[in-house]
Antibody, heavy 124, light 111 residues
Framework: QFQLQESGPGLVKPSETLSLTCTVS??????????WGWVRQSPGKGLEWIGN???????YYSPSFRSRVTISVDTSKKQFSLKLTSVTAADTAIYYC????????????????WGQGTQVIVSS | QSVLTQPPSVSGAPGQRVTISCTGS?????????VHWYQQLPGTAPKLLIY???NRPSGVPDRFSGSKSGTSASLAITGLQAEDEADYYC???????????FGGGTKVTVL
């Protein structure tokens, strides 16, 4: 069955770069019907969309993160990744990787699969 | 304060009907962008409940339904069950902010 699994450090120091990887299993990562992205959840700010990478490599980032974020994909490994630079305590959150499905409707694309989430704490 | 406003909590007895509102504006729901709803059970990732305003993914009970009118959307749960205790989030797109947004979430309590 289709699954997404996040991996990466659970503790990052302030001012450093947060790096997470999401591994896709049970399905293809190379399809124009889907895009791949990241959402985070913190007690203070609820769910926040970070950005997506589309089939063909185009990326779209939330304006809130645009200056600090990079999302990339490695189709050979069936993985996509998140890099968030210059982190602060405000970046402490559960980070979810997600698949968005093109159902033929209007924006936004719904997230039909979520990873289980990984807790990242920013602290020295 | 979220751009998409949801009530913090709603409650109902087993078997009752509850509704959760998601109030937006002319730059998001009112502009015609679709609304999706997610259910998040305690300690788990969100799960897609309704997409495209009123469509249920396979496996979602028909007790859950969505609607949209003007600048608002609603999620209705009929025949409320104990297993429906969860947080519920709406999602849409805002053309002014140029980003996908989530509502602040609503906690449903089954009395």
């Amino acid at each position: 069955q289709f699954q997404l699994q996040e991996s990466g450090p659970g503790l990052v120091k302030p001012s450093e770069t947060l790096s997470l990887t999401c591994t896709v299993s049970g399905g293809s990562i190379s399809s124009s019907s889907y895009s791949w992205g990241w959402v985070r959840q913190s007690p203070g700010k609820g769910l926040e969309w970070i950005g997506n990478i589309y089939y063909g490599g185009n990326t779209y980032y939330s304006p809130s993160f645009r200056s600090r974020v990079t999302i990339s994909v490695d189709t050979s490994k069936k993985q996509f990744s998140l890099k968030l630079t210059s982190v602060t305590a405000a970046d402490t959150a559960i980070y979810y990787c997600a698949r968005r499905a093109d159902y033929g409707g209007n924006s936004p694309l719904p997230i039909d699969y979520w990873g289980q989430g990984t807790q990242v704490i920013v602290s020295s | 304060q979220s751009v998409l406003t949801q009530p913090p909590s709603v409650s109902g007895a087993p078997g009752q009907r509850v509704t959760i509102s998601c109030t937006g504006s002319s730059s998001n729901i009112g502009a015609g962008y679709d609304v999706h709803w997610y259910q998040q059970l305690p300690g788990t990732a969100p799960k897609l409940l309704i997409y495209g305003n009123n469509n249920r993914p396979s496996g979602v009970p028909d007790r859950f339904s969505g609607s949209k009118s003007g600048t608002s959307a609603s999620l209705a749960i009929t025949g409320l069950q104990a297993e429906d205790e969860a947080d519920y989030y709406c999602q849409s797109y805002d053309s002014s902010l140029t980003e996908s947004l989530f509502g602040g979430g609503t906690k449903v309590t089954v009395l």
